[in-house]
């Protein structure tokens, strides 16, 4: 008889690197375990396998939510109050897996106390103070953020000490040392899926264009990546960008207009592409450029690196380690990465080398490693639990 697991996510639905990793993490457990997924918000499996490149089914698992009022005020709100409604979303789960008694549980959004030990998987750890920019917004003001983050897992009745003692593992050794430095224990690193079906474009026929993917947010930077090429034009290399995704915040998208319009000739916003169009385009693309510092793992530069481009990023945070710790690839600040993308433009071998090196560094990044070695470690916390 199957072990019986249940799979915690407050949602599948895309965009997010989160539910992009729990949808796979969904895939790679459905047929080794009796796998029930616990969510909040409901599922569209067609939507997930569209945005996602999975291919789950009715059929596949037993679908629960937990109960539902909270959190659809919650998702009325203005505000988005994600950690009030991950410190419920725990609370409601406490209820179920005491009802259903699992062999094992496991969730993907960093860390949590749901009644029993568990597997948290660690984007960033959701307890390390002070919290990072990027997760700041114009409401978060000074000790008000610690405070209501604070009530929040008062409220739910959640124990650090209990979310600590999970088993854990980390998206990145950048995100594992961080979690270290919150919890004094470092986790193993178990790389997020980065889903294939790219296009096979050989080198020479892919445009000499820059492609900046994710999601169009003030963490992302894009005006960095603008300037940082300016100054590789000016250097004689007209160089194209190209900022591929859906924007998050129309304070920012308004903010990036004007420098949108001033450099029309050059910049130009593709917007959201589905998974099929954004596979051809990253594939048709010969480079990539990332300009977030600190980014937990980056998987827009996983997902262009397997699509042969030669992707440059700043040398702190989880791209660092998608390109291989590559020096020729990494960067401080502007004028070194427009140093570094000078370097490369400039010799063509170097390119087409540098191309094949990214093809060879993807294979660490695929979803069938991500799946084998999730479910190896819930089939050894049943062991133990059986044992």
């Given at each position: 008889m199957r072990a019986r697991v249940i799979l915690l996510q407050p949602g599948l639905g895309p965009p997010g690197?989160?539910?992009?990793v729990a949808a796979w993490a969904v895939q790679g457990l459905r047929e080794r375990f009796e796998l029930t997924v616990l969510t909040a918000d409901p599922v569209d499996l067609a939507?997930?396998?569209?945005?996602?490149?999975?291919?789950?089914?009715?059929?596949?698992?037993?679908?629960l939510r937990v109960p539902g009022g909270?959190?659809?005020?919650?998702?009325?709100?203005?505000?988005?109050?994600?950690?009030?409604r991950l410190a419920l979303f725990q609370r409601a789960a406490r209820e179920v897996i005491e009802r259903e008694q699992p062999d094992a549980v496991v969730g993907c959004f960093n860390e949590m106390d749901v009644g029993r030990r568990a597997l948290q998987y660690i984007h960033y750890p959701a307890l390390l103070e002070p919290r990072p920019e990027a997760d700041l917004r114009w409401y978060h003001i000074g000790v008000l953020v610690a405070l209501y983050r604070g009530l929040a897992w008062r409220i739910a009745g959640i124990s650090r000490t209990r979310a600590i003692a999970n088993e854990a593992v980390a998206n990145s050794a950048f995100v594992a040392d961080l979690?270290?430095?919150?919890h004094g224990v470092k986790p193993d690193v178990v790389y997020p899926p980065v889903p294939g079906g790219f296009p096979d474009v050989p080198w020479s026929r892919r445009e000499p264009r820059f492609v900046i993917a994710g999601r169009v947010a003030p963490e992302k930077r894009v005006e960095v990546a603008i300037r940082v090429l300016e100054r590789v034009r000016a250097a004689g290399h007209p160089v194209t960008l190209h900022v591929v995704g859906p924007s998050d915040g129309r304070a920012y998208g308004r903010s990036l207009a004007p420098l949108y319009a001033r450099h029309a000739g050059w910049v130009r916003c593709e917007g959201p592409l589905s998974r099929e169009a954004m596979a051809r385009f990253f594939a048709e693309s010969r480079f990539g450029i990332h300009a977030m510092e600190g980014e937990h793992f980056?998987?827009?530069?996983?997902e262009m690196q397997r699509a042969g481009c030669v992707v440059f990023a700043?040398?702190?945070?989880?791209?660092?380690?998608i390109l291989g710790a590559d020096s020729r690839l990494l960067y401080r600040n502007e004028a070194e990465a427009a140093s570094r993308i000078t370097r490369v433009l400039a010799d063509p071998a170097l390119q087409e080398r540098m191309h094949r090196e990214s093809l060879e560094r993807a294979r660490r990044f695929g979803t069938q490693r991500f799946m084998s070695e999730l479910a190896d470690r819930l089939g050894g916390m049943v062991v133990s639990a059986r044992t």
């Open positions: 690197g989160g539910e992009c939507a997930v396998n569209r945005h996602y490149g999975t291919d789950l089914r009715d059929g596949d698992f037993r679908h909270a959190h659809t005020l919650l998702r009325r709100m203005p505000l988005r109050m994600a950690m009030l979690y270290a430095e919150a980056g998987i827009a530069v996983a700043p040398e702190r945070g989880g791209p660092a380690e």
